[in-house]
């Protein structure tokens, strides 16, 4: 088993909490780490998945570098580390 530390920023801290621990199974992604957030934290999965497919507007950081939802479906996570997420940003 694998503890991750999922933080959330902007309007997803208001819906998920500013900071979650989830534990994955060994070897898990970081898609499948998301997938088990989105099993605890309810409001998560309308937010982050559409039709079991990660959100393409959805910001992820994996420990502190910008993922794409691909990438997420192939980087292995480890014991302690950590997924940030953004909603989309806008403005002008």
């Known amino acids: 088993m694998t503890e991750v530390t999922i933080l959330a920023f902007a309007k997803f801290r208001e819906q998920f909490g500013e900071k979650n621990m989830i534990t994955t199974d ?15 934290i309810p409001a998560a999965r309308g937010e982050l998945f559409e039709e079991n497919r990660l959100r393409g507007h959805v910001i992820i950081m994996y420990n502190r570098e910008r993922i794409d939802s691909e990438e997420a479906a192939e980087i292995t996570v480890g014991e302690g580390d950590e997924i940030v997420l953004y909603p989309p940003v806008s403005g002008g």
């Open 26 to 40: 060994s070897g898990a992604t970081v898609l499948a780490a998301l997938e088990k957030f989105a099993e605890i």
